[in-house]
C-alpha cells in the first residue's frame, strides 16, 4: 500500500508539473524551485493531501534561495494560505495573507502581484466573515492598485461591487429592524397608556396618563412603578406583531 501510495504521488507530480514534462525529468523528480506549481495544481484538484507537503517544502526552499520578499516566494505563500483557508484553517490563512500585506506595507514590493492576490483572498474571508467594511477596504485597495488591462481587475471590481451591495442590504435590514421595533414598542405602549388612566398598572399618577401624543416621541424609560399587568401586554403586543 506504501508503495501505491508513493507511486501515485510520483503520477501526480509528474503530470501536474509542466515543467518537468518539458524538459523530461523522470516522473516524481520535481525540482525543488517549481514545486510550488504543481502543489497549486494539486490544491486545484482536491488532492490536500498531496499538495499541503510540497507547498510547505515550495515555501521553505524558495526562502532559502530568493528570499522571503521574493515573488515567487509570496505566490507559494498565497497558495498555502488558499490550501489552509479551504481545509478550515481560516485564521491561519487569514495570518499568512496578513503577513504578505504587512510585508508590502512596510516596504513596497517590486512585484506587487503576490499583495495584490493577498488583498483579494482577504477581501474574500473577511466577507464570508461578516466583516464587510473590512472586506471593502481591502478589495478596494486591489482594485486601485490593480494596473489598468490586467485580466485580474474585472474580477476584483465585481467582487467590490458584491461586497458594497452586501453593506447595502445589511444597512436596509438594520433600518427595517429599528422601524419594526418602534412600531413594537409604541403599540405596545398605548395599551399601558389606557392602563395607566385608569390606574390598573400604575400606581397613582403617571406621565403616561397624559395623553396620547406622549406617543409620538420617546418611550418612557421603565419604572418599578408599573405591575405585572403591564409588562403581560408588552409581551402580548410583541408576540402579536411577530405573527403579522
Known amino acids: 500500500l506504501a508503495a ?11 503530470l501536474a508539473n509542466p515543467l518537468v514534462q518539458a524538459s523530461g525529468t523522470a516522473a516524481g523528480a520535481c525540482p525543488e524551485s517549481a514545486r510550488a ?32 520578499r521574493a515573488a515567487a516566494t509570496l505566490t507559494a505563500r498565497n497558495n498555502l494560505a488558499r490550501l489552509e483557508y479551504a ?11 496578513s503577513d504578505i500585506v504587512a510585508a508590502d506595507r512596510a516596504e513596497p514590493l517590486a512585484d506587487a502581484r503576490p499583495v495584490l492576490a493577498a488583498l483579494s483572498n482577504l477581501a474574500s474571508l473577511t466577507r464570508d466573515d461578516g466583516r464587510l467594511e473590512l472586506a ?3 478589495a478596494q485597495e486591489a482594485v486601485e492598485r490593480t494596473p489598468p488591462g490586467e485580466p485580474e481587475l474585472a474580477a476584483r471590481r465585481i467582487k467590490l461591487a458584491g461586497i458594497r451591495d452586501a453593506m447595502a442590504e445589511r444597512r436596509a435590514a438594520e433600518t427595517a429592524a429599528r422601524f419594526f421595533f418602534s412600531q413594537v414598542v409604541r403599540q405596545a405602549l398605548k395599551p399601558l397608556a389606557r392602563a395607566g388612566r385608569h390606574g390598573s398598572c400604575f400606581h397613582g399618577s403617571t406621565p403616561l396618563a397624559a395623553t396620547d401624543a406622549r406617543l409620538d416621541g420617546p418611550p418612557p424609560q421603565p419604572s418599578k412603578r408599573i405591575r405585572p399587568c403591564a409588562v403581560a401586554a408588552l409581551r402580548h403586543t410583541v408576540a402579536r406583531q411577530g405573527r403579522m
Open 37 to 68: 506549481l504543481p502543489a497549486a495544481l494539486l490544491r486545484e484538484r482536491g488532492r490536500h493531501e498531496l499538495a499541503r507537503p510540497l507547498l510547505e517544502e515550495a515555501v521553505q526552499v524558495l526562502e532559502q534561495r530568493l528570499g522571503s
Open 87 to 97: 481545509d478550515g484553517n481560516v485564521r491561519r490563512a487569514e495570518q499568512i495573507w
Open 136 to 138: 471593502e477596504r481591502h
Open 4 to 14: 501505491r501510495a508513493h507511486g501515485a504521488q510520483r503520477r501526480d507530480c509528474h
